[in-house]
């Protein structure tokens, strides 16, 4: 009995020293571990970093600053404008009996247009006429008693009374026949009336009355309207600030050009010249008007047309010229990026005198500079830049060859301008 009691006593403290032992390594096995993740963790943090690498260069489009002319013009807003609009209108008033045109009709000045009965008119010319046959027989009449009295009276057989009476006679016939010849005069006018002519060359607008209709004498609606298409011109505003270049041109009698755009401004429609600019500046508006012909010879401007308006006022000669596509704005600055030797850029303000189509006169850079077109995203001064290849002919859309490195800029004096 009393040794099952101590054989059991042995197991349980044989099992407590095991389980001991085994955390007690356990707890040692932990301890290192986490001695070894501080170590690594103070390594990491102690260890000296790698100084970055310089970033890699920019890849970029460029252009090259030359010499030479550039146009500098106005771009104004303007409208159509005939030299003569007339409506037609009778002169007398009858019944159109005739209508000679056709709508749309390009016709000539003096050509027929319509016709109002003239029986009417051709009735009191008729009239006229015999009152005029009359009234000069009876002149006539008045003159051979004339000379009849005259002799008489140097013959002393009638008084000078009657005399007298009978020179006053010829002298009413004589008023009379003028009357007469006004009222035939006046009559013939108005059968002429009746033959309504165009009083200009132009295009027949849409017929306003029909044959048939009585029309009134100086109707304020008319029969038609025409309308001058060759030449033509075209009215548009200038501002007030630019009038003085204008002026200083055709003060020196030079003819400024014109061209008219559509409203796109991506066609050109005519060729023409500034005729005059208006006496007065709108004070509205601050601009003033000015008018500009146009040959018209096809018919390229219509009537009340809205065209883009561009006028010539000089040609500047012998000027830097930048591509616009170098250009950068900074509110009221502009400048570019000027590529330097060791194939880095350099910020350069400009000062734009002049922008035409993709060029550009401007002061601030000299000519054979090449510049920075394209790839200016996180561009700066001083950034290390590369030069696209462009594109070989009949490439895919979006294709380049790989970046080149920058080439020095040229440093032979740039060629004259053609």
């Known amino acids: 009995m009393s040794g099952d009691v101590d054989t059991a006593g042995s197991s349980r403290g044989t099992g407590l020293r095991t389980w001991i032992r085994y955390h007690s390594i356990l707890a040692t096995l932990i301890g290192?571990?986490?001695?070894?993740?501080?170590?690594?963790?103070?390594?990491?943090?102690?260890?000296?970093?790698?100084?970055?690498?310089?970033?890699?260069?920019?890849?970029i489009a460029e252009g090259q600053i030359k010499t030479g002319n550039i146009d500098v013009y106005l771009d104004e807003l303007g409208t159509v404008t005939p030299v003569y609009t007339v409506t037609v209108a009778s002169r007398v008033a009858g019944e159109l009996t005739e209508v000679r045109y056709k709508e749309g009709q390009l016709v000539k000045k003096n050509e027929?247009?319509?016709?109002?009965?003239?029986?009417?008119?051709?009735?009191?010319?008729?009239?006229?006429?015999?009152?005029?046959?009359?009234?000069?027989?009876?002149?006539?009449?008045?003159?051979?008693?004339?000379?009849?009295?005259?002799?008489?009276f140097k013959e002393h057989a009638i008084p000078q009374q009657q005399l007298a009476t009978q020179?006053?006679?010829?002298?009413?016939?004589?008023?009379?026949?003028?009357?007469?010849?006004?009222?035939?005069e006046a009559a013939q006018v108005n059968v002429d009336y009746t033959r309504i002519l165009s009083p200009i060359d132009g295009r027949v607008g849409l017929r306003l009355v029909d044959p048939g209709n009585i029309v009134p004498a100086n109707g304020t609606t008319g029969i038609a309207v025409i309308t001058q298409l060759q030449p033509i011109t075209v009215i548009f505003t200038i501002a007030e600030d630019s009038l003085s270049q204008v002026v200083e041109q055709t003060s020196a009698g030079n003819t400024l050009a014109v061209k008219a755009l559509d409203r796109t401004k991506q066609h050109e429609l005519a060729?023409?010249?500034?005729?005059?600019?208006?006496?007065?500046?709108?004070t509205t508006t601050g601009t003033v008007r000015a008018r500009a012909s146009f040959p018209n010879t096809h018919n390229e401007l219509f009537p009340n047309q809205f065209v883009?308006?561009?006028?010539?006022?000089?040609?500047?000669?012998?000027?830097t010229l930048v591509p616009e596509a170098a250009i950068q704005r900074n509110n009221d600055v502009a400048f570019v990026y000027v590529i330097q030797p060791d194939s880095s850029v350099k910020q350069q303000n400009i000062k734009i005198i002049a922008t035409e189509g993709q060029v550009s006169a401007a002061t601030g850079v000299t000519a054979g500079q090449h510049v920075v077109t394209d790839g200016f995203d996180r561009l700066q001064s001083g950034s290390k830049i590369t030069i696209r290849k462009p594109a070989a002919k009949g490439a895919p859309d979006g294709s380049a060859g790989a970046p080149?490195?920058?080439?020095?800029?040229?440093?032979?004096?740039?060629?004259?301008?053609?």
């Open 404 to 418: 080149q490195p920058a080439q020095q800029p040229s440093q032979q004096a740039p060629q004259p301008s053609q």
């Open 32 to 59: 290192l571990a986490v001695l070894l993740v501080v170590w690594l963790i103070i390594s990491g943090v102690m260890k000296p970093k790698k100084k970055p690498g310089p970033p890699p260069p920019i890849p």
């Open 271 to 282: 060729d023409g010249t500034l005729l005059t600019v208006d006496n007065q500046i709108n």
């Open 308 to 319: 883009n308006v561009r006028l010539l006022v000089k040609t500047l000669t012998d000027v």
């Open 167 to 184: 020179e006053a006679l010829v002298e009413q016939d004589e008023g009379t026949v003028k009357v007469d010849q006004g009222n035939l």
């Open 112 to 152: 027929l247009l319509a016709v109002v009965d003239p029986r009417p008119y051709e009735a009191v010319l008729l009239q006229s006429q015999g009152a005029l046959s009359r009234d000069q027989a009876a002149l006539k009449n008045a003159r051979i008693d004339l000379v009849r009295y005259q002799n008489s």
